[in-house]
């Protein structure tokens, strides 16, 4: 039988033997989170609604995350009561942070609907991470080795000393990106609407690119990429349907470098890209 090591933040309190901690700064929770094994590599979620999320691996075997709220709760306007005449106010300044773990899935919840939260995380180097955030804060990562998905809506995706594979998309924001090594057979990807995309690979890496900078924007590149003559075409037929007929080119620009491999995707609607080759 499975069992559910979900950890709300008021049992944890009770429970933890000492591993929940409230900082001095009353706006900051810290809980400190055991695997259950050690050994092996471990899978991090976190979503937020509005704030930012900070994760770095670090040489330990637990998972501590920090959640600090900024300011008062999204919304609230605080007015006198006439009964409360003469009364000292008293603030709700936790976060709601709730944690899960089960089989090395680390699950990270916060009340940030509700009042801007920043998460500031550590994980073990060989961890997986699954990041989103929709407003007021960015996504930052570094010095993590393995499968990383980052979603942002209105903030930028930061990823530094990252090795292994990564899928990040934002909407309104710029995608930097410096690896250590990636994962030889893993496609990437590296999107935004609104932002430029930098991204620093090792200098033997083997990949198929493809590059698209749709609007305003220019395309920059340390490597010598080997660019496919041919467009990539597109047909759909849905005559016998009683629909139409569609050829459609990509104007995205196709390559290879250092002779191919799995395919890389870089795209953007208004900025520039820049794929820069590691020193």
Same mark, same amino acid.
């Given at each position: 039988?499975?069992?559910?090591?979900?950890?709300?933040?008021?049992?944890? &309190?009770?429970?933890?033997?000492?591993?929940?901690?409230?900082?001095q700064?009353?706006?900051?929770?810290?809980?400190?989170?055991?695997?259950?094994?050690?050994?092996?590599?471990? @899978?991090? #979620?976190?979503?937020? &609604?509005? /704030?930012?999320?900070? !994760?770095?691996g670090?040489?330990? #075997?637990?998972?501590?995350?920090?959640?600090?709220?900024?300011?008062?709760? @999204?919304?609230?306007?605080?007015?006198?009561?006439?009964?409360?005449?003469?009364?000292?106010? %008293?603030?709700?300044?936790?976060? /709601?942070?709730? !944690?899960?773990?089960?089989?090395?899935?680390?699950?990270?919840?916060?009340?940030?609907?509700?009042?801007?939260t920043?998460?500031?995380?550590?994980?073990? &180097?060989?961890a997986?991470?699954? %990041?989103?955030?929709?407003?007021?804060?960015?996504i930052?990562?570094?010095?993590?080795?393995?499968?990383?998905?980052?979603?942002?809506?209105?903030g =930028?995706?930061?990823?530094?000393?990252?090795?292994g594979?990564?899928?990040?998309?934002?909407?309104?924001?710029?995608? %930097?990106?410096?690896?250590?090594?990636?994962?030889?057979d893993?496609?990437?990807?590296?999107?935004?609407?609104?932002?430029?995309?930098?991204?620093?690979?090792?200098?033997?890496?083997?990949?198929? &690119?493809? @590059?698209?900078?749709?609007?305003?924007?220019?395309?920059y590149?340390?490597?010598?990429?080997?660019?496919?003559?041919? =467009?990539? #075409?597109?047909?759909?037929?849905?005559?016998?349907? /009683?629909?139409?007929?569609?050829?459609? @080119?990509?104007?995205?620009?196709?390559?290879?470098?250092?002779?191919?491999?799995?395919?890389?995707?870089?795209?953007?609607?208004?900025?520039?890209?820049? %794929?820069? #080759?590691?020193?």
């Amino acid at each position: 039988m499975k069992t559910n090591k979900r950890i709300p933040l008021a049992l944890f &309190v009770a429970f933890s033997c000492g591993l929940f901690v409230r900082s001095q700064d009353s706006s900051t929770d810290r809980i400190v989170v055991p695997l259950s094994d050690p050994g092996k590599p471990l @899978i991090l #979620k976190a979503d937020l &609604v509005n /704030g930012g999320i900070s !994760v770095t691996g670090y040489d330990g #075997k637990e998972v501590v995350v920090e959640s600090k709220t900024r300011g008062r709760r @999204i919304g609230h306007e605080h007015k006198a009561k006439e009964e409360a005449a003469g009364m000292k106010r %008293l603030t709700q300044e936790t976060s /709601g942070l709730e !944690v899960s773990e089960e089989h090395n899935v680390v699950r990270i919840d916060t009340e940030s609907w509700n009042a801007t939260t920043d998460l500031i995380i550590r994980v073990p &180097v060989a961890a997986s991470l699954k %990041l989103e955030c929709v407003n007021n804060g960015d996504i930052v990562v570094d010095n993590v080795h393995g499968e990383i998905e980052a979603e942002n809506v209105n903030g =930028s995706i930061t990823l530094t000393r990252v090795a292994g594979s990564v899928m990040a998309e934002t909407v309104n924001g710029k995608i %930097l990106a410096t690896f250590s090594r990636v994962a030889p057979d893993k496609a990437m990807s590296f999107v935004t609407l609104n932002g430029d995309i930098d991204v620093t690979l090792p200098a033997d890496v083997k990949a198929n &690119v493809r @590059i698209k900078s749709e609007q305003q924007g220019d395309v920059y590149s340390d490597f010598d990429i080997q660019v496919k003559a041919e =467009s990539k #075409k597109t047909v759909e037929d849905k005559r016998k349907e /009683g629909g139409r007929y569609r050829v459609s @080119i990509d104007n995205s620009i196709f390559g290879s470098i250092n002779g191919g491999g799995p395919e890389f995707q870089f795209q953007t609607f208004n900025g520039d890209i820049m %794929l820069r #080759k590691a020193k």
